[in-house]
């Protein structure tokens, strides 16, 4: 039996733009790599490598929270110890804690002989979300953990769709100001015009046509928001030029990544994604603002462990 | 060149429970056959062959608006003179006026030497849908002309994706109530919940990836409606107790088809859609409510030519 692996967690983009709560996207860069340690005493230990301070009580984590729940259903004596290497960052929208989250069940399941499917694994790594947003959802950690696409349709009962992920290049840039989850959703409205409404799902329903069939030309036509972005945006400086920017340079479509400040670009190959990426440069160096790119392909696989012995 | 053509119409089912506005879906029966000539002169005649009283101007009428409109982007001395015999009838909720557009422009286009691709016909097609409800929505005439389901993504501009059709039977009851469309739009919120448009276009997104991916158990679940069914169905006697009665008899999901009164339900094979049929007479035979039943396949063809000559 193994009791030590090395995960590699990456980042995701929830909502992918037109599917505010139910579609959500893997990528390659960044990624958070964590050492699990299986313990032989009913406990959780989660440490940061870079000295972030996290809290003592492993319920309170991320990280944490997933493998409470694991070892609580567990008829044995069994533990982990996390180690987090952070490159993923808190507050980025683009999907830390789920990395967190879904890299701590992945890593431990690998060490309990793959015992949870995908399925279960999602619903303990909910646990982390709750922690990190007080609300348990799975656009995050489903595409963390499957890889690829995926579709919520339902988060009770939890129904989760991997979709084939099409051949794309994914630019993201992470401005480096500070958008509180919670304030992201303050800002929404809760009654939506039907008129718009409408709009919106048709976007969606081309986008999983899109995306299923394989046509870039109707993913692009469907990256468009009706309801959340025009609110949302105002949040993040430099939205509309940049946006414009990266469509005139080529990327089909794009926007914000979760619930911000990450703004993403889908382009159909790395050239474009390369051009995409130095527009977006172009606009943070001119606002004088911090900021972090990532150019890289939809990821197929999600958290998979890098070593293990 | 042909001078006479007989067309069948079919029948068609908007909406498809969750995608209000922007799907549909097209039935084998009932179908209207239609019959029109070519005339050498700029001129649009319209009869019923069942003796409804027509409006003498073919601008006020469904089948006349779209050819009028197509006579006139016509650098020629023609004109079509059409003869319907009306087998949906209208106000059933199962694109009455839609199959009466429809057929009307593929069988002109057919005695043209088809010089119109089916976005083209459906852009004239929709001139009828304006005549018949003041709105020239796409919901009936798309799956019409297109056969099979079709997603309206945007309906300015056009955009329509084909979606490929599932092997499914379908089982349409109309109660012979009536439901004026413009009465049907009326009782509709302008204003929907944030909370439950996140659930419909869950289900959306759900029944377009099981369309494409013939995953029968996933249309079934997807085939619910938090926004519509809920205000709608209040004006179908009968609609709540037929819609468990016929999920009971094995029917994957199923609701109000269009604007109603009719009701469509959809089943994995042809024993299950007669059941479900049969559930549905007795409700409408208890109810003393007149009514029809009609069972059939999806219809993967459309609108077709039976003759020509």
């Avoid at 979760?258 to 995409?276: H, N």
Wanted: aromatic letters at 4%; proline letters at 5%.
């Amino acid at each position: 039996m193994k009791n030590k692996c090395i995960i590699s967690s990456p980042a995701t983009v929830a909502n992918l733009v037109c599917g505010f709560d139910i579609l959500g996207l893997c990528l390659s860069e960044p990624a958070d790599k964590m050492e699990i340690k299986l313990l032989n005493e009913k406990k959780i230990i989660v440490h940061s490598a870079d000295g972030y301070p996290l809290p003592e009580d492993p319920a309170l984590n991320t990280a944490g929270a997933p493998l409470l729940e694991m070892i609580n259903d567990l008829n044995a004596s069994i533990g982990f110890e996390v180690l987090i290497h952070k490159n993923i960052k808190p507050g980025s929208g683009a999907g830390s804690s789920a990395a967190s989250a879904a890299g701590a069940v992945v890593g431990a399941n690998h060490l309990l002989g793959n015992i949870f499917d995908k399925k279960q694994l999602i619903q303990y790594a909910m646990f982390g979300e709750k922690v990190a947003s007080g609300v348990k959802h799975a656009d995050n950690v489903a595409p963390c953990i499957y890889g690829g696409v995926t579709l919520i349709r339902s988060i009770s009962p939890l129904d989760i769709i991997p979709l084939p992920a099409p051949d794309l290049y994914t630019t993201l840039v992470h401005p480096q100001i500070e958008i509180r989850t919670a304030d992201a959703r303050a800002v929404l409205r809760q009654q939506i015009d039907l008129k718009n409404a409408i709009k919106q799902w048709g976007n969606i329903a081309g986008l999983v046509a899109g995306i299923i069939q394989n046509d870039v030309e109707l993913i692009g036509r469907s990256l468009e928001d009706y309801i959340i972005e025009p609110v949302r945006s105002k949040l993040i400086p430099g939205f509309d030029e940049l946006k414009k920017k990266c469509l005139d340079a080529g990327a089909l479509g794009g926007g914000i990544s979760g619930s911000g400040p990450s703004i993403f670009m889908l382009s159909k190959d790395e050239a474009t994604a390369r051009k995409v990426e130095q527009e977006m440069k172009n606009i943070y160096l001119n606002l004088g603002i911090d900021f972090r790119t990532y150019v890289s392909k939809i990821n197929k696989e999600g958290a998979r462990i890098i070593d293990s012995q």
